[in-house]
T-cell receptor, first 108, second 116 residues
Framework: GQNIDQPTEMTATEGAIVQINCTYQ??????LFWYQQHAGEAPTFLSY????GLEEKGRFSSFLSRSKGYSYLLLKELQMKDSASYLC?????????FGAGTQVVVTP | DTAVSQTPKYLVTQMGNDKSIKCEQN?????MYWYKQDSKKFLKIMFS???????INETVPNRFSPKSPDKAHLNLHINSLELGDSAVYFC???????????????FGDGTRLSIL
């Protein structure tokens, strides 16, 4: 099996930066995904990392260190609409296993 | 132009009943999935089909039976519903092939199942 750990909740102010950490233990690693899920909606794809380093996509960036079993999702210039749950998911042996999600609350 | 659509969106029924949830994708993907998201928001894989063949079958009670009539459809039938089956069930699809590991899964809007 595998363990995926991420904080339960984080609060930040509009315009600020928030970093959501994710640690995992797995075998047969095929990549790490980040998804965003607004309350009552479907998860939507944000980013994918399979090699070490930083992937940047607009206000969102994701980092991976395979040797440390560690990833983070960086959200810059936070907007109210960024209030959502952020799910870290590890792909191994053809399966995508999700963490419990980090609820990000953006305050004015 | 919905990519992954599942019906119904809401399902309220009595314990012991049998119900089905349908899923269709028009993305041309070859792999489809069913996930269960419980009250703690933990999203867990149940089944996966690739080109109509079952490839992932997690530890799910055999009251749950998936069926894939073609690679664009994956339905979920649940027999003898129990209180613990109350959850949101998400269908998803992706393109899975060598060299396509980076392809993300696309999710439907979910079916909210409530057992009375």
């Amino acid at each position: 099996g595998q363990n995926i750990d991420q904080p339960t909740e984080m609060t930040a102010t509009e315009g600020a930066i928030v970093q959501i950490n994710c640690t995992y233990q797995t075998s047969g690693f095929n990549g790490l995904f980040w998804y965003q899920q607004h309350a009552g909606e479907a998860p939507t794809f944000l980013s994918y990392n399979v090699l070490d380093g930083l992937e940047e996509k607009g206000r969102f960036s994701s980092f991976l260190s395979r040797s440390k079993g560690y990833s983070y999702l960086l959200l810059k210039e936070l907007q109210m609409k960024d209030s959502a749950s952020y799910l870290c998911a590890v792909k191994s042996w053809g399966k995508l296993q999700f963490g419990a999600g980090t609820q990000v609350v953006v305050t004015p | 132009d919905t990519a992954v659509s599942q019906t119904p969106k809401y399902l309220v029924t009595q314990m012991g009943n049998d119900k089905s949830i349908k899923c269709e994708q028009n993305l041309g993907h070859d792999t489809m999935y069913w996930y269960k998201q419980d009250s703690k928001k933990f999203l867990k894989i149940m089944f996966s089909y690739n080109n109509k063949e079952l490839i992932i079958n997690e530890t799910v009670p055999n009251r749950f039976s998936p069926k894939s009539p073609d690679k664009a459809h994956l339905n979920l039938h649940i027999n003898s519903l129990e209180l613990g089956d109350s959850a949101v069930y998400f269908c998803a699809s992706s393109h899975d092939a060598p060299g396509a590991l980076h392809q993300p899964q696309h999710f439907g809007d979910g079916t909210r199942l409530s057992i009375l």
